[in-house]
């Protein structure tokens, strides 16, 4: 497994941007299928978006056009980038791994297929 922490989050008025940051390691970090996830209180969490080792990305529709995942395998470094913040956004924010050869889809919406997970970033949107 690799062991992944995020950074980054923070408070920020609606129409705002943040960008969240997961570090992580592990040799095959490459290879891996990374994930971001969200849970906002009193909800389940529920998923973000995703990166898989060819660097194709899946976004849930709620983040499509204003949320951006990218990857720097050199650096081992895994980012979200949000724009157009939502008071609805307001979640603590997680980064998520699990083995490229492990799944048969990289996607936001199988949570229960990441075996690796960061402790969280708050991220607070106000309106």
């Known amino acids: 497994q690799v062991q992944l922490m995020e950074s980054g989050g923070g408070s920020v008025q609606a129409g705002g941007s943040l960008r969240l940051s997961c570090a992580a390691s592990?040799?095959?970090?490459?290879?891996?299928?990374m994930g971001w996830f969200r849970q906002a209180p009193g909800k389940e969490r529920e998923g973000v978006a995703t990166?898989?080792?060819?660097?194709?990305?899946t976004y849930a529709d709620s983040v499509k056009g204003r949320f951006t995942i990218s990857k720097d395998n050199g650096k081992n470094t895994l980012s979200l980038e949000m724009n157009n913040l939502k008071p609805e956004d307001t979640a603590i924010y997680y980064c998520a791994a699990v083995p490229g050869w492990v799944v048969s889809y990289c996607s936001e919406r199988y949570p229960g297929d990441f075996e690796s997970w960061g402790q969280g970033a708050q991220v607070t949107v106000s309106s």
């Open positions: 592990g040799r095959t970090y490459g290879r891996y299928c």
């Open positions: 990166i898989d080792r060819d660097g194709r990305t």
